[in-house]
């Protein structure tokens, strides 16, 4: 899950980020969080990210949150949108570009909480996620955010943009997780990547976006790039362009 902070105080945005923080350590949940103090660095990322949630401040210097949220609307209308402010004065207009929520400062972390279980009611229509059992939680990771997976001493670890899960579980009982997505591609031994993420490729290896890189199968090299050049050319015939 991707989520951005847009606050043009410092202080607000730490304080959502730690709440934030707390959320997810309490929840068990995933989350990949980018803060932003202006409105020309958040908008200029929307051209390369796909935002899950928007936190958006109402005042924002020479703009407000509300104009934000019509040029995301534009963009994505998945996303959703929670706004957070000091009056209650702008609540009718943000509602009207769809707001999930809209909270006042000074909020407590109840009322965040509760905004948060929102969103993850709203989400869940539309997103799809594995859960993975790690240590004595259970862990819900968004596919859109599996990078790659590989198996090491037993356990599968799943590498997301901000983190690693790993569980306790064999690669032959974790394979049908991930094999009804055609956008993951066993790519060797225990190792399948989310082909959304490969930036480019070679005879023997993908080269990721993150700059790591992974091995292609010898045995299977040609069918595995045969397989990616499908996805490739199906993705630019749909209009779809990869990300």
């Known amino acids: ?15 959502l980020y ?22 020309g660095s958040f908008l200029k990322s929307l051209q390369h990210t796909a935002y899950h949630l928007v936190f958006l401040d109402i005042y924002m210097g020479d703009t407000t949150g509300i104009q934000i949220a019509q040029k995301i ?21 943000a509602y009207r570009v769809h707001a999930l929520d809209y909270l006042v400062k000074p909020y407590s972390y109840a009322d965040l909480e509760d905004a948060l279980s ?6 869940s229509r539309f997103a799809h996620y594995i859960e993975l059992k790690e240590g004595r939680y259970r ?22 943009p901000s983190c690693m899960i790993r569980s306790y579980m064999s690669f032959d009982t974790f394979f049908p997780l991930l094999s009804p997505y055609t956008n993951f591609l066993w790519c060797c031994r225990n190792c399948m990547v989310n082909m959304d993420y490969i930036e480019s490729f070679d005879q023997k290896q993908f ?37």
């Open 207 to 243: 080269m990721l976006k993150n700059g790591k890189s992974l091995t292609i199968a010898a045995a299977r090299r040609k069918e595995i790039i045969q397989v990616y050049a499908d996805y490739v050319f199906d993705h630019c015939s749909k209009g779809d362009p990869m990300s």
């Open 1 to 15: 899950m991707t989520t951005a902070l847009v606050d043009d105080s410092n202080r607000d945005i730490e304080l």
């Open 73 to 93: 609307r534009k963009l994505d209308s998945k996303c959703q949108i929670i706004f957070i402010t000091t009056s209650m004065e702008h609540a009718v207009r």
């Open 139 to 160: 862990t819900r990771i968004l596919i859109s955010d599996i990078v790659y997976t590989d198996y090491s001493n037993h356990y599968i670890q799943v590498h997301t």
């Open 18 to 39: 730690n709440d934030l923080c707390r959320y997810c350590d309490e929840h068990k949940v995933q989350m990949s969080i980018e803060k932003f103090t202006d409105e």
């Open 118 to 123: 929102r969103f993850e009611q709203v989400a």
